[in-house]
């Protein structure tokens, strides 16, 4: 049984569409995350939610929009959609807060923007 | 600000030898320290972790070291095995009041049959 499902896997868009990537946790975490991976394997927290609320937000632009409908879903919402788009993003989760408690991947969602 | 990094990108070991993967942290607030393993096409895998009380832990074949007073942390791995061959990430969380986990830039380990 997979812990943490992210959908789609792969993802090829145009530039200046609208997107989104889906995340479920079947591990009754409370926290949950999506990270960003560049090209250089270089790994970024984007957000966190802690039972449904934004903790974290890095920076990230507006386009970029996560949604938690329950504490076991993060979705993530991209809008006008940007080459510097492309990425490998993960999303995550963990009991509350990252101290101490074992953050566990999805697969990860390849985000190609052409 | 904070950052976490590793010595060397890419290490290259033959079969059955023992492995070490460096890495060092600068924010000495850090109190929790965790090793990732990232296979091609997968997402990052828990392997062990630490906590800034002790300075040494072991798992099955993993052995994680930490050294506070220098802020290096480093992964051993025995007798490696190809199925070891991934890259390797140290991460901190930053202990602050967003308790993130900062990662470093990874390290891919090789292993020569």
């Known amino acids: 049984d997979t812990a943490v499902s992210q959908t789609p896997k792969y993802l090829v868009t145009q530039m200046g569409n609208d997107k989104s990537i889906k995340c479920e946790q079947n591990?009754?975490?409370?926290?949950m995350y999506w990270y960003k991976q560049d090209s250089k394997k270089f790994l970024k927290i984007m957000f966190s939610y802690n039972n449904k609320e934004l903790i974290i937000n890095e920076t990230v632009p507006n386009r970029f929009s996560p949604k938690s409908p329950d504490k076991a879903h993060l979705n993530l919402h991209i809008n006008s959609l940007e080459l510097g788009d492309s990425a490998v993003y993960f999303c995550?989760?963990?009991?509350?807060?990252?101290?101490?408690?074992?953050?566990?991947f999805g697969e990860g969602s390849w985000l190609t923007v052409v | 600000g904070e950052s976490v990094g590793l010595h060397l990108p890419t290490l290259s070991v033959q079969e059955g030898d023992n492995s070490i993967i460096n890495c060092a942290y600068s924010n000495s607030a850090s109190d929790y320290f965790i090793w990732y393993k990232q296979e091609s096409g997968k997402g990052p895998q828990f392997i062990i972790d630490?906590?800034?009380?002790?300075d040494k832990r072991q798992g099955q074949r993993v052995t994680v070291l930490l050294n506070k007073t220098v802020k290096h942390l480093s992964l051993q791995i025995a007798a490696t095995q190809p199925g070891d061959s991934a890259v390797y990430f140290c991460a901190e969380t930053d202990n602050g009041a967003t308790n993130k986990l900062i990662f470093g830039t990874g390290t891919l380990l090789a292993v020569q049959p």
């Open positions: 995550a989760s963990s009991r509350q807060g990252a101290t101490g408690n074992t953050i566990y």
């Open positions: 630490i906590r800034s009380n002790m």
């Open positions: 591990l009754g975490h409370d926290t």
